[in-house]
Protein backbone atom coordinates (compact mmCIF):
# COMPACT_ATOMS: atom_id res chain seq x y z
CA UNK A 1 0.00 0.00 0.00
CA UNK A 2 1.13 3.17 -1.15
CA UNK A 3 1.23 6.02 2.07
CA UNK A 4 2.86 9.41 2.80
CA UNK A 5 3.30 10.31 5.97
CA UNK A 6 4.01 13.84 7.57
CA UNK A 7 6.17 14.60 10.58
CA UNK A 8 7.82 17.62 12.40
CA UNK A 9 4.95 19.96 13.15
CA UNK A 10 5.31 21.82 16.64
CA UNK A 11 4.63 24.19 18.37
CA UNK A 12 7.52 27.44 17.93
CA UNK A 13 7.90 30.94 18.36
CA UNK A 14 7.85 33.59 16.13
CA UNK A 15 11.30 33.68 14.23
CA UNK A 16 11.90 29.91 14.83
CA UNK A 17 12.25 27.17 12.92
CA UNK A 18 10.91 23.35 11.82
CA UNK A 19 11.79 20.71 9.40
CA UNK A 20 9.19 19.06 8.08
CA UNK A 21 9.78 15.40 6.42
CA UNK A 22 7.35 13.47 3.92
CA UNK A 23 8.09 9.73 4.52
CA UNK A 24 7.03 7.23 1.85
CA UNK A 25 6.36 3.91 2.46
CA UNK A 26 5.35 1.15 -0.33
CA UNK A 27 7.03 3.40 -3.00
CA UNK A 28 10.32 5.53 -3.31
CA UNK A 29 9.93 9.50 -4.60
CA UNK A 30 12.55 9.43 -7.29
CA UNK A 31 10.12 9.78 -10.02
CA UNK A 32 7.30 11.59 -8.10
CA UNK A 33 6.83 15.03 -8.14
CA UNK A 34 6.45 16.26 -4.10
CA UNK A 35 4.14 19.35 -3.11
CA UNK A 36 4.21 20.68 0.13
CA UNK A 37 0.52 22.00 0.91
CA UNK A 38 -1.29 23.93 3.80
CA UNK A 39 -4.32 24.72 5.08
CA UNK A 40 -5.31 26.83 8.06
CA UNK A 41 -8.81 27.50 10.05
CA UNK A 42 -11.37 29.19 7.44
CA UNK A 43 -9.05 29.27 4.41
CA UNK A 44 -8.18 27.38 1.70
CA UNK A 45 -5.79 25.03 0.78
CA UNK A 46 -2.51 26.92 -0.36
CA UNK A 47 0.59 25.17 -2.67
CA UNK A 48 3.66 26.15 -0.20
CA UNK A 49 5.79 24.41 -2.28
CA UNK A 50 7.26 21.74 -4.86
CA UNK A 51 10.00 19.97 -6.56
CA UNK A 52 10.55 17.94 -9.40
CA UNK A 53 13.58 18.24 -11.75
CA UNK A 54 13.26 22.02 -10.02
CA UNK A 55 11.87 23.76 -7.01
CA UNK A 56 9.28 25.67 -6.58
CA UNK A 57 8.04 28.13 -3.64
CA UNK A 58 5.04 30.09 -3.04
CA UNK A 59 5.71 34.07 -2.69
CA UNK A 60 4.71 33.80 0.77
CA UNK A 61 7.38 31.41 1.62
CA UNK A 62 9.82 32.25 -0.85
CA UNK A 63 13.86 33.14 0.82
CA UNK A 64 12.20 31.24 4.37
CA UNK A 65 11.39 27.44 3.06
CA UNK A 66 13.33 24.89 1.28
CA UNK A 67 12.72 22.29 -0.25
CA UNK A 68 14.40 19.17 -0.65
CA UNK A 69 14.79 15.44 -1.13
CA UNK A 70 17.12 12.94 0.47
CA UNK A 71 19.52 10.62 -1.01
CA UNK A 72 17.55 7.32 -0.71
CA UNK A 73 14.78 9.01 -2.10
CA UNK A 74 11.86 7.93 0.30
CA UNK A 75 11.67 11.57 2.17
CA UNK A 76 10.96 14.83 1.27
CA UNK A 77 12.33 17.82 3.70
CA UNK A 78 10.87 21.14 3.97
CA UNK A 79 12.59 23.31 5.94
CA UNK A 80 10.93 26.21 7.58
CA UNK A 81 13.15 28.85 8.96
CA UNK A 82 11.83 32.70 10.54
CA UNK A 83 8.88 31.33 10.72
CA UNK A 84 5.73 33.57 11.05
CA UNK A 85 2.06 33.07 13.39
CA UNK A 86 0.46 33.41 9.41
CA UNK A 87 2.54 30.24 8.82
CA UNK A 88 0.44 28.52 11.32
CA UNK A 89 -1.79 25.66 9.73
CA UNK A 90 -1.54 21.57 8.93
CA UNK A 91 1.09 21.09 6.49
CA UNK A 92 0.20 18.17 3.96
CA UNK A 93 2.34 16.51 1.33
CA UNK A 94 1.44 14.93 -1.70
CA UNK A 95 2.97 13.23 -4.65
CA UNK A 96 2.32 13.06 -8.34
CA UNK A 97 3.82 10.18 -10.70
CA UNK A 98 3.53 12.92 -13.50
CA UNK A 99 6.77 14.03 -12.22
CA UNK A 100 5.57 17.53 -12.73
CA UNK A 101 4.89 20.29 -10.61
CA UNK A 102 2.75 21.83 -12.74
CA UNK A 103 -0.74 23.26 -11.38
CA UNK A 104 0.55 21.75 -7.72
CA UNK A 105 -0.62 25.23 -6.44
CA UNK A 106 -4.34 25.69 -8.97
CA UNK A 107 -5.33 22.83 -9.48
CA UNK A 108 -7.45 21.10 -6.54
CA UNK A 109 -6.92 17.73 -8.16
CA UNK A 110 -3.02 18.04 -8.21
CA UNK A 111 -1.66 14.80 -6.27
CA UNK A 112 -2.41 11.39 -6.57
CA UNK A 113 -1.20 10.42 -2.77
CA UNK A 114 -1.45 12.54 -0.10
CA UNK A 115 -0.30 12.25 3.80
CA UNK A 116 -2.77 12.63 6.86
CA UNK A 117 -1.07 16.17 7.80
CA UNK A 118 1.30 17.57 10.69
CA UNK A 119 0.31 20.56 12.65
CA UNK A 120 2.56 23.75 12.27
CA UNK A 121 1.86 26.58 15.34
CA UNK A 122 3.77 30.00 15.00
CA UNK A 123 3.21 31.69 18.66
CA UNK A 124 4.97 33.32 21.49
Known amino acids: QLQLVESGGGLVQPGGSLRLSCAASGFTLTYYAIGWFRQAPGKEREGVSCISATTYYADSVKGRFTISRDNSKITVYLQMNSLKPEDTAVYYC????????????????????WGQGTQVTVSS
Open 94 to 113: AASPSYSCSGYATRSSWGDY
